[in-house]
């Protein structure tokens, strides 16, 4: 509901606030699969969830979590497009532990607590195209399976962006993010569609696609989704 959408916006920004105000950096990354028009949204879902898991359960990407962060937040994020199809996809909010900086240069030589934000992209790309491939999906590409920034200033509107798909944020995110918030933020420009999308579509008689058939297909396939994961957690740690 409404409601418990801003309940948890609120927590995720205060998690955020004080996750910052203890020296502690955010990592987003966005993960996604290779996916054509004839795809079917179920079993781009469950190939998707198994990918995750498989990388998530993986010795490595465990090692770099409990190593390197605090914990996380997972978000799933669904649009659909004319040429490819359903676009499942993840938004992962890492809460990096105090002590620790990602760089946008290259990392310093002999320190294990710095990390650059390339080699950092390098190490998810070798998970998460291992996982997919091994899950059944095509190999996601190196432009645009893997997508990584560092949160560096006004956090609060990132965390409310993960919390509530769909809504465009008062003012602009900051640099890279701003290119993020807009890919996902289209609402008809014939390009991307959110599922809501569908049903406005619906509503104002648009015959130019069979928008019902379009949010049949994505309920069906997204029942029992959980939009939003790991906050218990990070709340009990702060």
């Avoid at 390339?118 to 091994?134: E, I, K, M, P, T």
């Avoid at 995110?173 to 619906?202: C, I, N």
Wanted: hydrophobic share 40%; net charge positive; glycine share 8%.
């Amino acid at each position: 509901s409404a409601r418990l959408m801003e309940r948890r916006t609120l927590e995720l920004q205060g998690i955020v606030s004080r996750h910052t105000a203890a020296g502690g950096q955010l990592v987003h990354v966005t993960f996604t699969v290779p996916h054509a028009r004839a795809d079917s949204a179920r079993d781009l879902v469950k190939l998707l969830g198994a990918s995750y898991n498989a990388m998530g359960d993986g010795r490595a990407v465990k090692a770099w979590r409990k190593d390197f962060t605090i914990g996380d937040v997972r978000a799933f994020e669904v649009t659909w497009g004319e040429s490819a199809g359903f676009h499942p996809h993840y938004h992962l909010l890492y809460f990096i532990r105090p002590g620790v900086e990602v760089f946008d240069d290259a990392k310093i030589d002999g320190d294990p607590n710095a990390i650059s934000l390339a080699d950092l992209r390098a190490f998810f790309y070798r998970q998460w195209s291992g996982a997919a491939v091994r899950s059944g999906l095509g190999e996601p590409s190196e432009e645009h399976g893997v997508k990584i920034t560092i949160a560096k200033s006004q956090e609060e509107l990132l965390a409310q962006y993960i919390a509530k798909f769909g809504r465009e944020p008062s003012r602009p995110l900051w640099g890279a993010e701003a290119e993020v918030v807009k890919a996902h933020s289209k609402v008809g420009d014939r390009q991307r569609y959110h599922p809501f999308d569908f049903l406005r579509a619906g509503m104002l008689r648009d015959r130019s696609r069979n928008w019902k058939a379009l949010w049949s297909e994505y309920c069906a396939a997204f029942k029992g989704q959980q939009q939003l994961r790991g906050m218990k957690k990070l709340a009990d740690h702060y």
